[in-house]
Structure formats: C-alpha cells, structure tokens
C-alpha cells in the first residue's frame, strides 16, 4: 500500500476499507508515514467526511495503537462517562462518588485541561495530596473495594490520537466529526469501558456550536459504540452559560462538595442526576432511568455519596478534612467582585470567553506544559435569567495579584444585562441507538 494512493482515494470521496485504514494509523503511529501526508489525509478528511465503517475501523485501530487497559477483573458492568468540553464542568467529581456509592463500579481515567476547558485531574489535585497516578494494580484493587478510583490516563494509552490530535491542533482541523468522534471513543475504549455514556456539549463553551453539528457528533459516537459492542448513549447538553457557578480547580472541588452535601447550584445537580441516571440503568443497577434516579437521590440525601467522596479522597492519599472544612480550599490572596452596571435580567454569560477569564489568572494552561494556580479562578453569583440590581455582585474573581483590569474587562464585555431572557435548557436531546 502507498500512502499517496489512500489520500487520493480519500480526497476523492471513495470509502476507505476496514485494512486501508488500519495501515494508515498503524504506519503513521510507527512514525512511517510523515507528518505532510498525514496533514493531507486530515485535510481530505475535513473535506470529504468519512462513512460509519470508516470512522469505526479508525477508532478501533486507534484504540489498539497503545495499551488497551483490561478491566475484566472487575466485577459489574464498567460505565465511562466523557464530555466532549465545557467551561466549570464539575459533574466528574460529584458524579464519580455518586454512582459508585449505588454500587457502579466508577474506574475511571480522566484528562487535565488545556485552554479554556478544564481537566478533573487538575481539580483533584486542588485537594492536598490527591494522588492521580496509581498503578494497573492499585486502581483494579481500589475499585474492586470501594468501587471507585480516578486515575490520570496512562501515557501509552491511544498515543495514536495524541500524535493525531498535535497535528490536527496545527493544521486546522481539529473541528472535524468523524475525527473528533474517532479521537473521543478510542480514548473511551483503551480504557476499558464495557458502557459510555456521553455528554456532548453545544453552545459558546463547545467543539460543536449549534445542536445540528452536536447532534451528528452524538449520532456518530452512539453508532460506532455500538459497532465497537460497547452501549454508548449521548446526552446533549448546553454549553452557552458555563455549568454550576464555579470555574476554577479548589473552587470547583469546593463545589463539587456542596453539591454532595446538596447545597449545590441545581443546574449542576440536575446535570449529574440526568448522566448519573443514564449510568445506573447501563450498569444494569436499575431497570428504569425513573428508579435510577430515585437512588442517586437518595444516596444524595442520606450522605451516602458524600462520604463515598471522602472514601474516595482518603483511599488516593488526599486531605479528606478538606469536606468538613471546604474553606481550606480557598485560598486565593483576593476576592475581587465585580459588579453590575444596570439592572435587568442576565442574558448573556458567554461561556468560552469567561473560561478564557479564569485561565488567565491561572486557573487553566494556554501551553500543555503550563503549571495552573488551583486557588484562583470565577464565582458565578448570576446566571442567565436572573434578575440583578445595579450596584449587585455578578460574579467574584478570586486572585492572587490585584492586576486583573484585563480580565474585568474581558467578564464584563461577556457579561450582559438585558429586559427579558429565558433560561437555556440545560438538556436539548438524548440520542440512544
Ligand atoms: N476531545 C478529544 O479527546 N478529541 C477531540 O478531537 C476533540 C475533543
Ligand atoms: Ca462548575
């Protein structure tokens, strides 16, 4: 085979097979085909889209390029959960807890953040020390006891997306479904998932911007887990406000608290009941989303969840006094309000533009290798729909430098404050095979 002849194929719009495919990632992942022909192959890909069959043998070569972790030992169904990206996602740190603490087994691996979105390792390490790495063992062992370990993704875990995913980042074509569903599910597949339930963003905090491009993400990824025999389900989510009211590590972990405790906003609550439920019923822990729901609730309410959050925190090295004592966590030098200019309704809190706000104080890196600063970050005390007075507080930055006109400027150019406006839904569809 020639790697000319495939991106001919490819550019022309004629469907790859199953072993055309799997030569192209094997061969670019063993550094054989340069980086200039897989551009090109990209780029065709960008512009010519591929077929089910095509996107399912790429994700399954993919999944195969590293290590593929096996989780077989442990017992029960294994339900992943991934977000395709928002602005203060907090629902992997509540929901971890919560549905190991009705007896899904949770090993799950998750990602640190770049740019704008954040990443949950970075939020529990924001709990004094919170260990991420664990070997194969420890976290097969951690799970099988207490049902619940989150880990770091293993380095050799799919390095065929990280090589792919570096090169998308520089030749435009990052925002492209059948390569983003490919790069997404070969992550969820190494990692072992018998099921995955997907939150796929949309929205200004979103890859997808409008529910019609979300949607065929959903469609796709739902359709090549199944091709792949793993269930997938997807829920479409609104990323046009961020989630919660906490955008930054030690505040989203101070969040994620009180959410346990049930003190938490109700969007974020509602989100966690919603993919918690989809959980529950895929883990076969309940027949119905209704009676899954019930027993996330209760666990909720009876502390259950919270004092699995504690287990969760002692059983990784963490400070677990941190639940009793959140205010531990805040640690920032200054709490800076900023305030509202008229009063009104909120009608725009641009989700993107007020993550990029909480990475530039630190919160999120713009380069892969940055250090982040856990204590700063954004406090929502508005959300879309609210009503606020002139002269009330918006929202709190809390910082460790008084310099942040910059960033006061950026909030409040994406901040605005109209007569009338609707909450968004936070849910626009679920998408089941
Ligand atoms: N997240 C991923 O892991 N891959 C993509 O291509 C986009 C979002
Ligand atoms: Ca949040």
């Known amino acids: 085979m020639r790697m000319v002849d495939l991106i001919e194929k490819k550019r022309d719009g004629k469907e790859l097979s199953e072993n055309e495919i799997k030569w192209v990632i094997d061969r670019y992942t063993a550094n054989e085909v340069p980086d200039y022909q897989m551009s090109a192959f990209l780029m065709a890909t960008f512009f010519t889209d591929m077929t089910d069959k095509e996107i399912t043998a790429m994700t399954l070569a993919m999944a195969h390029s590293g290590e593929v972790i096996d989780l077989s030992s442990i017992a029960g169904v294994k339900v992943d959960k991934h977000s395709t990206g928002g602005v203060g996602d907090t629902t992997t740190l509540i929901l971890a807890p919560l549905v190991a603490s009705v007896g899904v087994p949770v090993a799950k691996m998750s990602g640190r953040g770049l740019g704008y979105t954040g990443g949950t390792l970075d939020k529990l390490e924001a709990i004094p020390g919170f260990k991420i790495e664990l070997s194969e063992d420890e976290f097969i062992q951690l799970v099988n006891e207490n049902q619940v370990a989150v880990i770091g993704q293993s380095g050799n875990l799919a390095p065929a997306d990280k090589k792919l995913y570096a090169l998308r980042d520089v030749t435009a074509t990052v925002n492209s479904i059948p390569l983003i569903a490919s790069s997404i599910m070969s992550k969820k597949i190494a990692a072992g998932a018998d099921a995955i339930v997907l939150d796929v963003t949309t929205g200004d905090g979103a890859f997808m911007k409008n529910l019609e491009d979300a949607r065929r993400l959903a469609k796709t990824m739902v359709r090549i887990g199944a091709l792949a025999n793993r269930q997938t389900m997807a829920v479409i989510s609104d990323m046009s406000q961020p989630l919660g009211e906490a955008i930054g590590n030690s505040l989203e972990v101070v969040e994620a608290i009180e959410t346990l405790q049930g003190e938490g906003p109700a969007d974020l609550l509602e989100m966690c009941y919603v993919l918690g439920s989809q959980m529950v019923v895929l883990a076969k822990k309940a027949d119905t989303l209704v009676a899954a729901r019930q027993m996330l609730e209760e666990s909720l309410t009876s502390g259950k969840a919270l004092a699995k959050f504690k287990e969760m925190i002692q059983n990784q090295g963490g400070d677990v006094t941190v639940v009793d004592h959140p205010e531990r966590l805040l640690s920032a030098a200054y709490q800076i309000p900023v305030f509202a200019r008229q009063t ?58 008084t310099e942040v006109a910059e960033v006061v400027a950026l909030i409040e150019a994406n901040i605005e404050i109209g007569d009338t406006s609707k909450e968004p839904p936070l849910i626009h569809e679920i998408i089941t095979e």
């Open 344 to 401: 009104g309704v909120v009608t725009k809190l641009v989700a993107n533009e007020l993550g990029i706000a909480a990475m530039m104080l630190g919160a999120g890196r713009k380069t892969k290798d940055e250090a982040i600063d856990h204590a700063v970050g954004l406090k929502l005390h508005k959300k879309i729909g609210e009503e606020v007075a002139v002269g009330e507080t918006l929202l709190t930055i809390y910082s460790n430098t």
